[in-house]
């Protein structure tokens, strides 16, 4: 396991996700060379896996899913994704 590599700016955190779909249950698995590694139920199909993805880590950092954007990535297992009001100092993800 490595450190989760997180950037603040403008009042918000951005950070590398990558996703395997199509998993038995959601969860954060921990974090692999830098980036949050994330399983989901979701196929990768019209959106879902992101919608999945976006649900899921909201309710991890206690944010509203509408303060989750991915900004890179939408349709690649590897994603850039931007959160608002959360810090990088509060940012903890539990593994399950």
Same mark, same amino acid.
């Given at each position: ?7 603040? &700016?403008?009042? #918000?955190?951005?950070?590398? *996700?990558? !996703?395997?779909? =199509?998993?038995?249950r959601n =969860?954060?698995?921990?974090? &692999?060379?830098?980036a949050l ?7 990768? *199909? ?5 919608? #999945?993805? =976006? %649900? ?7 944010? #509203? %899913? ?10 690649? =297992?590897?994603?850039?994704?931007? !959160?608002?009001?959360?810090s990088a100092?509060? *940012? ?5």
């Open positions: 396991m490595s450190e989760l590599h997180i950037r603040e &700016q403008d009042g #918000a955190i951005t950070f590398e *996700v990558r !996703v395997a779909p =199509r998993a038995s =969860r954060v698995v921990g974090v &692999q060379d830098g590694k994330v399983a989901l139920t979701a196929p990768p *199909v019209d959106g879902a896996a992101n919608e #999945a993805l =976006r %649900k899921l880590l909201a309710k991890a950092l206690g944010v #509203a %899913k509408s303060d989750i954007e991915i900004i890179r990535g939408d349709r690649a =297992r590897i994603k850039v994704l931007r !959160v608002h009001g959360v100092g509060n *940012v903890r993800f539990g593994e399950s």
